[in-house]
């Protein structure tokens, strides 16, 4: 790709990312820039984090996460140790002050996926290295920054950009709508009554879209589907909510994306899913497995993304380096995220 810049640079050395508004505009378009071009050459990065060490804690079971945080680091020179949490939650054997201080002598970041985000709080305050949500019940970060880089690399711009989510506003739902509030563009989220996100993500997103010019809305009307640049859900029922399953699905079953909700989109409308998806459920076959879709790159590109983000905490030197003199990049002849 060929890119142009637009902005100064800047760095995240050593804080903390437990949600998207920890992140200026400015930052996570430096993030995006930086993982494409990571993407586009890996090997200019191959050792960039030797002798640097990831550790993982993981309450919740992974695919996608485990393995993109741990192949990824790997690529790039670093260590990983996995800490499987799903039968021992964190601070039960001890407490997450003395975890945290002690996991903070040996790693250079930590990874956390669990049930409870004021548990990340609480081990943030104590760590003495960057912590990196992984997955909490309010937030998932770094999925909708690899959500981001793949609606960039399939050339949305913030001109052009509306993003529409349909059914449960769940945590990768607060992600994408702290993004798009802090970069601009459009979301909307399209749920039923009872599901919306919280009050105070929507209070703090409106705050931010004022600044940014981004527009968040909520409705229950599917007809606003109609002209998105994508179309995204995710399974109604999260680990944890099995006894509200029922009268969840109930509820959210008349918003299943299927491919007449599709057609309704239009034309140009992508479909988005984070995965694992229940197929019949949440989305129908035809659309997931249709030429709309775009949840493998999703998929592929939560290593890259993820990658940036921790060179960036590790080694700033070379993220700005890399990222040359500024830190805003334009892929050629594609709108500016």
């Known amino acids: 790709m060929t890119y142009t810049t637009h902005a100064p640079r800047t760095a995240i050395a050593s804080r903390d990312l437990l949600r998207i ?7 996570i378009h430096a993030l995006l820039s930086l993982a494409a071009r990571m993407k586009a050459d890996p090997t200019a990065f191959a050792g960039t984090l030797a002798q640097r060490s990831l550790v993982l804690l993981f309450e919740k079971p992974s695919l996608r996460t485990r393995v993109s945080f741990e192949l990824g680091f790997q690529k790039l020179g670093g260590a990983v140790c996995f800490l499987d949490h799903r039968e021992s939650p964190i601070g039960q054997r001890e407490t997450v002050a003395d975890y945290a201080g002690n996991l903070s002598r040996w790693a250079d970041a930590i990874a956390i996926r669990c049930r409870s985000h004021s548990l990340l709080d609480s081990f943030a305050a104590t760590s003495r290295v960057p912590v990196v949500n992984a997955l909490s019940d309010q937030h998932h970060p770094c999925q909708a920054l690899a959500d981001t880089l793949t609606l960039l690399e399939h050339g949305e711009g913030v001109e052009s950009l509306h993003l529409v989510w349909v059914g449960d506003g769940n945590n990768v739902c607060n992600s994408l ?6 970069i601009g563009g459009r979301m909307t989220v399209v749920c039923p009554r009872g599901y919306e996100p919280s009050a105070e993500i929507m209070r703090a997103a409106h705050a931010r879209a004022h600044r940014s010019g981004a527009q968040i809305t909520c409705t229950d ?18 680990m944890g909510e099995e006894a509200e399953a029922a009268e969840k699905t109930a509820a959210l079953t008349p918003y299943r994306v299927d491919a007449a909700l599709m057609r309704r989109a239009g034309a140009r409308a992508r479909f988005m899913h984070c995965l694992p998806a229940r197929r019949g459920e949440e989305v129908t076959d035809e659309v997931i497995d249709s030429a709309a879709s775009i949840v493998l790159d999703q998929a592929e590109n939560r290593l890259h993304a993820q990658n940036a983000l921790l060179l960036s905490m590790l080694r700033p030197d070379i993220a700005l380096a890399a990222r040359g003199d500024g830190a805003h990049f334009t892929p050629h002849n594609q709108g500016s995220l």
Do not use: F, P, Q, R
């Not at 606003?224 to 029922?237: C, K, L, Q, R």
């Open 21 to 27: 508004s920890d992140l200026s505009a400015t930052e």
């Open 177 to 182: 709508i702290e993004t798009i509030a802090t």
């Open 221 to 238: 009307d599917l007809a606003s589907v109609e002209g998105a640049s994508a179309i995204y859900t995710d399974v109604w029922v999260s």
